[in-house]
């Protein structure tokens, strides 16, 4: 089976910076994503890490192990409308998008 | 250019009545996949299709059906709806990258 551990909720102030984690359990692991879920709105995705290392967009990073089977959402220089709930997923054998429960990221001022 | 567009995005039905949820992309992307989302569960995948007329089962696809009958139509079917069903379908479409755009929802209440 396959399973995905990610923190229920993160809170955090503008301006901070805050990681999101992500550990998996997965057969035919191919790559990790990330994505983002305003309140009734649609997923959308941030970021995608096949191989080992940081992906930089803008203020939002992802960084991949694939031998520690982790990987986080770095968000810097946070604004309040990055309050919403950020979901990692794996992609097995190429096809299905596996998620996480997400992680729901509150930003005060 | 639309994207990817689920119809109805309301529908409350009574149990055991049946319904089917239609979603279109105009992607021209070969994957299509069908979650529904419920309160502190996440994105579950229901099932999904790597192509015209394939179909794979998800994680949680008991009490629905699919067909991909063309490219650009993935249908999702409740022959009985159950009250275990109320839920958010989200519909998404992926090319060989990846990246899945998802639809805006389709949310049922079964009663």
């Known amino acids: 089976g396959q399973s995905l551990e990610q923190p229920s909720e993160v809170t955090a102030v503008e301006g901070a910076i805050v990681q999101i984690n992500c550990t998996y359990q997965t057969s035919g692991f191919y790559g990790l994503s990330w994505y983002q879920q305003h309140d009734g709105g649609a997923p959308t995705f941030l970021s995608y890490?096949?191989?080992?290392g940081l992906e930089e967009t803008g203020r939002f990073s992802s960084f991949l192990s694939r031998s520690d089977s982790y990987g986080y959402l770095l968000l810097q220089e946070l604004q309040m409308k990055d309050s919403a709930s950020y979901f990692c997923?794996?992609?097995?054998?190429?096809?299905?998008?596996?998620f996480g429960k997400g992680t729901t990221l509150s930003v005060s001022s | 250019n639309a994207g990817v567009t689920q119809t109805p995005k309301f529908r409350v039905l009574k149990t055991g009545q049946s319904m089917t949820l239609l979603c279109a992309q105009d992607?021209?992307?070969?994957?299509m996949y069908w979650y529904r989302q419920d309160p502190g569960m996440g994105l579950r995948l229901i099932h999904y299709s790597v192509g015209e007329g394939t179909t794979a089962k998800g994680e949680v696809p008991d009490g629905y059906n699919v067909s991909r009958l063309k490219k650009q139509n993935f249908l999702l079917g409740l022959e009985s709806a159950a009250p275990s069903q109320t839920s958010v379908y989200f519909c998404a479409c992926a090319g060989t990258d990846g990246e899945l755009f998802f639809g805006e929802g389709s949310r049922l209440t079964v009663l």
């Open positions: 997923a794996v992609n097995q054998a190429g096809t299905a998008l596996i």
């Open positions: 992607m021209n992307h070969e994957y």
């Open positions: 890490n096949a191989l080992d």
